[in-house]
């Protein structure tokens, strides 16, 4: 069974910078390489929402636009680890963190992982 780790959050001020890492680990029927990934993030009361995505071999990189220029999503295969570098960072980007592990292997061979979060406060 996959499993996620995140690292990294913490109490930042308004402007800060904060690095949250994703190590990944529990593969058996296909690799850390095999799959995209994406944080997401949850506010008190909002939904989860999507905020960066790498593909498998991170050569295809999105961004939700309230983080795009500010955040960076960058992966290491080797290490089966994702990373966010978020700068310039908001009070309203105040939220837990999930890192989560896309596996396609066809139709009806898909596989979804989640970690179980890190909190970043960021005061004004």
């Known amino acids: 069974q996959v499993q996620l780790v995140e690292s990294g959050g913490g109490l930042v001020q308004l402007g800060g910078s904060l690095r949250l890492s994703c190590v990944a680990s529990?593969?058996?029927?296909?690799?850390?390489?095999?799959?995209?990934m994406r944080w997401f993030r949850q506010a008190p009361g909002k939904e989860r929402e999507l905020i960066a995505y790498?593909?498998?071999?991170?050569?295809?990189?999105q961004y939700k636009s309230s983080v795009e220029g500010r955040f960076t999503i960058t992966r290491d295969n080797a290490e089966s680890t994702v990373y966010l570098q978020m700068n310039s960072l908001k009070p309203e980007d105040t939220a837990v963190y999930y890192c989560?592990?896309?596996?396609?292997?066809?139709?009806?061979?898909?596989?979804?992982?989640w970690g179980q979060g890190t909190q970043v406060t960021v005061s004004a």
């Open positions: 790498i593909s498998n071999t991170g050569h295809r990189i």
């Open positions: 529990g593969f058996t029927f296909f690799k850390f390489s095999d799959c995209a």
């Open positions: 989560s592990a896309y596996y396609y292997g066809g139709i009806g061979n898909e596989k979804t992982s």
